[in-house]
C-alpha cells in the first residue's frame, strides 16, 4: 500500500457561535488515485470537513497531513495548485463567456499583475474538452441549464490541474443523464491519476464510483475502508438513521428505504 | 474574435483623445460653441483661456469620468451587484457634508473645501467598513452594504442641519452648487492636488484587472483558487475610494457616470474584467467631456455637471434597460 497523500487525524472544528462541533473527532487517511465518497445525511458534516480539507476553515484540534507535511506549512499559492474545488452551486452575477469563467482556473499559476496568456487558454480548453462541453466555449454563463454550469465549474478545477480534487455534492442537483456524465468523467480523471474526494447524501452514487467511503454523521466519522466492507445495510442504516436495505443487482447497489410513508 | 477585440481597444485609446481635441475649441469665447483655429493661435486672450482655464478644466474632466467609471467597475464587481456605484459607502455624502462643513465654519477658499470634502469622503468609507466588522450577522457584502446606507443616511442628515443653519443668501447658495457638481473653477492646482491619488488609484485598477474576476467568485472559491480575497479586496476598494474621494473633492457630487458606464464598458467588452475595465476607463473619459462641453455652451450660465451626466446617464440607462438587443457582442 503507498503512502497517504492525505492524512487526517482527530480533526475537530466548531463554528465561532455555536456550542456542539460541526466536526468531532475525525481520523482518515486517502490513497493517492483512488475516489473517497465522504457519504451521510444532511448535516453531517461534509461540507465543513472539505473546507477544513481546502483550509478555508482551520481546525481548532487535529492534524491535517498533506504528502505528509502539515496542510499549514503550504502557502494559499502552493495549496491551490494541489487542491481544487468544485462547489455545489455558484451564483454568478456577470455575464462571462463558458471559457473566461474556466480560465479563472489559472489563478494559482499567474502573478497577481499578469493575465492569462495563449497557453492558458489552450489549457482551459483541455479542461472544457475533459469535461466534455467543448461545444459550449462560447456561450454565456447565465443561458447554461444547471447541469452545464455543474460541468463548467468541474472545468474550471481541472483548470487548476490539481493532484486532489474535492466536489461538494457534485451530483446532488443533477439528473440520472447528467449524473452519469459527471460520474463517468470522474471515473476518466482517477484513470489519469488525479485523487478523488467527494461529499454525497446520495448512497447509490457513491456506490457506482467510490473506492472508498467515509460514512459521517452528526460531525463524526461511523466507518472507513473500502466500498465492499462498508456499503452494508446496516451501516448505510446507522448512518442515516432510517433502516436501509442494500440490494445488488448485479455490478449494481441499489439501497432501498425500508420504511414505509403508508 | 481576435480582431474585433483589437477595433474595441483601438477605438478606446482614439475616443478620448479625438475628445479631448476638439473640447479644446468647444466653449463660449470668441463666440458660443467653436473657437476658430485662428484665435488660438493669435489671439492672445483666447491662448490664456485655453492653457488657463480650459486645459486644466478638460484633463479634470477626463480624470473624474475616467476614476468614477474605473471605481464604479470595481465596486460592482468586488460586490457581485451590477446595481452599485462608487460612491455608496458613504462616501458621496461624506464628501457633501464635509464641503458643507467647511463652507459653513472653516473657509469658501476651494482648496479648504476640497481637503474637508476629501477627508470626509474617506471618513465615511473607513466609517462603513469598521462599522460593518462589527455587524455580528451576514456575509461580508451584505454587512458593508447595511453599513453604507446608515453611514450615508447619517451623512445626508448632517448635511440637511448645515444647509438648515446656512445663511440663505450666500451659504446656503454655495453649498447647493457645490452638491451639483462642476468643474467650472477648476484651476491647475487643483487638478495638481488630485492628480497623485487619482493616478495611484487607476494603475491599481488597470493592473490587478483580471483579478477582480476572482474577487467577484464565492469566497470558498476564491480562496481555493490561491487568492488572499481580505487582502486584494481591501486594496482594490481602497484604490476605489481614493480616486472616487479625489475627484468628489473638485467637482463636487456628479452621479450616475459610476453606474451606467460600466454597464456600457461590459455590453462592449464582456463580462471579463481584464477587458472591459480599460474601456470603462476610456468611455467615462469621454463621458465627462462630452457633460462638461455641453455645460460650457448651451447656456451663458453654465449647466451643473452633476445635472447633465444624471440627465444623460439616466436616460441612457432607460434605454438600455428597455432595449436588450442593443448588444455589440464580441
Known amino acids: ?262 | 474574435m481576435k480582431t474585433n477585440r483589437r477595433i474595441v481597444n483601438l477605438f478606446a485609446i482614439l475616443l478620448p483623445l479625438v475628445i479631448f481635441g476638439i473640447s479644446i475649441f468647444i466653449g463660449r469665447y470668441p463666440k458660443p460653441l467653436f473657437m476658430p483655429l485662428d484665435t488660438l493661435l493669435n489671439d492672445q486672450l483666447g491662448q490664456q483661456l485655453v492653457l488657463n482655464l480650459r486645459l486644466p478644466r478638460l484633463i479634470t474632466a477626463a480624470l473624474l469620468g475616467s476614476s468614477l467609471a474605473a471605481a464604479g467597475g470595481v465596486m460592482q464587481m468586488l460586490f457581485r451587484n451590477p446595481l452599485v456605484e462608487p460612491g455608496f459607502l458613504g462616501v458621496t455624502q461624506g464628501a457633501g457634508f464635509g464641503a458643507a462643513l467647511s463652507i459653513l465654519f472653516l473657509s469658501i477658499s476651494p482648496l479648504v473645501i476640497e481637503i474637508s470634502a476629501a477627508a470626509f469622503a474617506v471618513l465615511g468609507l473607513l466609517l462603513s467598513y469598521f462599522i460593518a466588522r462589527r455587524i455580528r450577522f451576514g456575509g461580508w457584502v451584505l454587512r458593508l452594504v447595511l453599513s453604507g446606507i446608515a453611514v450615508s443616511a447619517l451623512f445626508s442628515a448632517g448635511l440637511g442641519i448645515l444647509k438648515y443653519l446656512a445663511d440663505p443668501t450666500s451659504q446656503l447658495p454655495e453649498i447647493v452648487f457645490w452638491l451639483l457638481g462642476g468643474l467650472w473653477a477648476v484651476t491647475w492646482n487643483d487638478l495638481l492636488f488630485i492628480l497623485p491619488a487619482v493616478v495611484i488609484g487607476l494603475v491599481i485598477i488597470f493592473l490587478m484587472r483580471w483579478r477582480l474576476n476572482l474577487l467577484a467568485l464565492n469566497d470558498e472559491t476564491a480562496f481555493s483558487l490561491g487568492v488572499a480575497v481580505g487582502r486584494e479586496r481591501v486594496l482594490l476598494l481602497g484604490a476605489s475610494v481614493l480616486v472616487t474621494a479625489a475627484v468628489v473633492s473638485v467637482a463636487g457630487i456628479v452621479g450616475w457616470i459610476g453606474l451606467i458606464i460600466p454597464h456600457i464598458a461590459r455590453r462592449i467588452a464582456g463580462a471579463n474584467a481584464a477587458a472591459y475595465i480599460p474601456i470603462s476607463m476610456s468611455l467615462g473619459a469621454a463621458f465627462a467631456m462630452i457633460c462638461d462641453d455641453i455645460a460650457r455652451v448651451l447656456t451663458t450660465g453654465e449647466i451643473p455637471l452633476g445635472i447633465l451626466t444624471s440627465l444623460l446617464g439616466a436616460g441612457i440607462f432607460l434605454v438600455m434597460m428597455t432595449a436588450r438587443s442593443m448588444r455589440i457582442s464580441r
Open chain 1, 1 to 262: 500500500m503507498s503512502a497517504a497523500i492525505l492524512s487526517v487525524k482527530d480533526l475537530t472544528f466548531t463554528y465561532s457561535g455555536s456550542s456542539s462541533a460541526a466536526v468531532k473527532g475525525v481520523s482518515f487517511n486517502i490513497e493517492p488515485g483512488t475516489v473517497t465518497a465522504i457519504l451521510g445525511p444532511n448535516g453531517a458534516g461534509k461540507t465543513t470537513l472539505l473546507h477544513l480539507l481546502l483550509g478555508i476553515q482551520l481546525p481548532l484540534s487535529g492534524s491535517i497531513l498533506l504528502d505528509e507535511q502539515p496542510l499549514r506549512s503550504y502557502s494559499r499559492r502552493n495549496l491551490s495548485r494541489l487542491l481544487g474545488l468544485v462547489p455545489q452551486s455558484e451564483y454568478v452575477p456577470f455575464e462571462y463567456s463558458v471559457i473566461e469563467y474556466v480560465t479563472l482556473g489559472r489563478a494559482p499559476y499567474l502573478g497577481p499583475l499578469e493575465l492569462p496568456g495563449e497557453a492558458d487558454i489552450e489549457i482551459a480548453r483541455g479542461a472544457l474538452e475533459s469535461a466534455s462541453i467543448s461545444h459550449l466555449e462560447n456561450r454565456p454563463i447565465p443561458a447554461l441549464s444547471g447541469g452545464e454550469l455543474q460541468l463548467v465549474l468541474l472545468a474550471r478545477a481541472l483548470c487548476q490541474q490539481p493532484r486532489i480534487l474535492l466536489l461538494d455534492e457534485p451530483t446532488s442537483h443533477l439528473d440520472l443523464s447528467n449524473r452519469n456524465i459527471t460520474l463517468r468523467i470522474l471515473d476518466q480523471l482517477r484513470a489519469s491519476g488525479t485523487t478523488i474526494i467527494f461529499s454525497t447524501h446520495d448512497p447509490e452514487a457513491a456506490a457506482l464510483i467510490a473506492d472508498d467511503l467515509v460514512l459521517m454523521r452528526s460531525g463524526q466519522v461511523l466507518d472507513t475502508g473500502d466500498l465492499d466492507s462498508i456499503f452494508t445495510s446496516e451501516k448505510l442504516s446507522r448512518t442515516y438513521g432510517t433502516p436501509v436495505e442494500v440490494i445488488r443487482v448485479e455490478d449494481l447497489r441499489i439501497v432501498k428505504s425500508m420504511e414505509t410513508l403508508r
